[in-house]
Every structure is written in C-alpha cells, then in structure tokens.
C-alpha cells in the first residue's frame, strides 16, 4: 500500500477543523476539487468510508472522525519535529541559547518550541543536546542563556527551577531472562553491568543514587556499555544488549507496544528533578524567561 502524505494527512485535520471540503481546501491554499479527489484516493487506498456524501455536502463519518484525530496527532508532531530541527540553525542575528541534557531535549523541548515560536515577538532558538554536566558547565561559560538538566544534585553556582519530577527505571527486552520476574533486589542490579549513558548523565547517576541508598556507596558495578545518546541506549536493549536504565518517558512507547519490559526494583524509586538553570549574576533575556514559562507550564 501506499504511503499515506504529510500533505494527506493535513488535509484530513483542516476537512474536521473546518467542516467542510470548501472551508479546508481556502485554509490550505488549494481547489476544493484537489482535496476532493485526495480524500476519495485515500478511502480507495484504506478501503474506508471516510465521508459521508449528500446533495448539502459531505461531512465525516465516524471512522473519518477518529482519522482526523489520529492525524492530528501526527501533524502535531511533524510541526514539533521541524521546530527542533530549525532551531539547530544559528545564522541568524537575533538568537537565545538554549542548553538541555538528552531526555529533555528529545521528550520536551519540541513541544516548547512550537508553543514559543507562535509568538511575533519569538527569537530564533540555538539549542545545544548534551549531558547534564555539560549543560551546567555551558551555562557558567555563558556560552547558553538557559539551561534544562535532569540530574538528582543541582548545580551548584547556578539559579535553579524544578519544574517537573521524572522516574529512570529498569527496562529490557521481552526475551530477557528478567523479563519475567515480578521484580528484582536492588543489590542483584547493583551487581548487574548495566547499558548506561556516559559519565554525567543524569539518568545514570539517577539510577546509580537509588541503588546505593539500599546496597551502599561504591556497590554498583562499572556499566556494560557506556553510550552517549538515549537513542543507543535503547537501540541496544531492544537488540538484546542487556538491561538498561532510561527515562520512563523515553521508553513509555516500547513499554506499552511490548517491545521492552519493565523491570521492578525492591528499593525506592530512581525519581530525579527536571529543572531549569542560569547564572543568576545575569538577567535572563526575554526569550529565555519566556521558554521558562513555557517549560514551566507545561509541568
């Protein structure tokens, strides 16, 4: 079958959001007659009544309804993704640095960018993807106007603001001899090489903190494989590499699709802060307080 377009996609949402084949093809720019004939390729293509047509118009049926939603959602992501991906670009004059640890960058950010872009008065956003260490270290240089971490100490020298709680866990694949334990004892995991981040993650030391309140300091054995991205981290435990420790929220779609399994641990919870930094000897630039507000809100 063919692959359904972005263009599709978005035509579908604006028939919805506007009632009508006429109302969507003037929001979009097109001839009516150019959304008629995608959205009757579509229900050929699907072998779905996605309208219902009559002498007054054509409405959606309920199946169409819930496409609608379904497409929504992905052209909000699609907006999201090509806001991180333009704020990479750092030509322009008129810029607020942004600095923001992994799980952040990937899971948050894109949501505040679409949400700050929106505004006419919005600067362009140069954001900088590192480790927690690194963002903090960046902020002290004055290389970012503001930055996001995610590690259990806050940095020291710098303003701070947490605004959301986050939980690491144990995650493997569903063939792993774990996978099918009800839950295991801090100090097996303890001594469990682990596919972890690098040194500076806040994930890793979130997880490396929870297992030493229980086992001691100095417990827990070196990582099997030390990564630089959540994205390899989870690529490799997917593959079979072993048991890993990531963001529930970095994991939340393999979880629920059952391509990774949750592993219980008996001790307390791997919980970390989600906070904002800057030096506080200066004042943050409008667009950063700005993206702080954003970030805060959607908390």
């Known amino acids: 079958m063919t692959g359904t377009t972005l263009d599709e996609l978005r035509m579908i949402v604006a028939i919805e959001q506007h009632g009508s084949l006429t109302g969507a093809a003037e929001a979009l720019g097109v ?41 929504a959602t992905l052209v909000g992501q699609a907006d999201a993704f090509d806001s991180a991906v333009g704020s990479l670009r750092s030509d322009r004059a008129a810029h607020v640095r942004v600095g923001a640890s992994l799980t952040i960058a990937e899971h948050l950010v894109p949501g505040w960018l679409v949400t700050y872009a929106a505004d006419p008065s919005a600067a362009h956003v140069e954001l900088t993807a590192v480790n927690s260490v690194t963002v903090a270290a960046r902020v002290r240089a004055g290389k970012d106007d503001l930055g996001f971490v995610e590690s259990p100490d806050l940095p020291e020298g710098l303003a701070s603001y947490v605004f959301m709680k986050d939980e690491v866990v144990l995650v493997v694949a569903p063939d792993h001899p774990w996978a099918k334990r009800t839950s295991v004892s801090p100090a097996e995991v303890a001594r469990t090489p682990l596919v972890s981040r690098e040194e500076g993650s806040g994930t890793r030391l979130a997880m490396e903190r929870a297992l030493e309140i229980v086992v001691g300091a100095g417990a827990v054995v070196a990582p ?20 890993g420790a990531l963001s529930a929220r970095a994991v939340r779609d393999d979880l629920d699709a059952g391509r990774l399994r949750r592993v219980q641990i008996d001790g307390p919870a791997a ?24 970030a805060s809100a959607s908390a």
Do not use: H
């Open 271 to 294: 919980v970390r802060p989600f906070a904002a930094v800057w030096n506080p000897q200066r004042r943050l630039a409008p667009g950063a307080a700005r993206i702080l507000e954003i």
């Open 224 to 243: 099997a494989a030390e990564l630089s991205t959540t994205a390899a981290v989870r690529g490799t435990i997917l593959a079979g590499g072993g048991v």
């Open 31 to 71: 001839t009516q007659q150019a959304v008629s004939q995608r959205m009757r390729a579509l229900e050929r293509r699907w072998g779905l009544a996605l309208f219902a047509r009559s002498a007054r118009g054509t409405r959606l049926t309920d199946q169409g309804t819930l496409v609608a939603e379904w497409a």
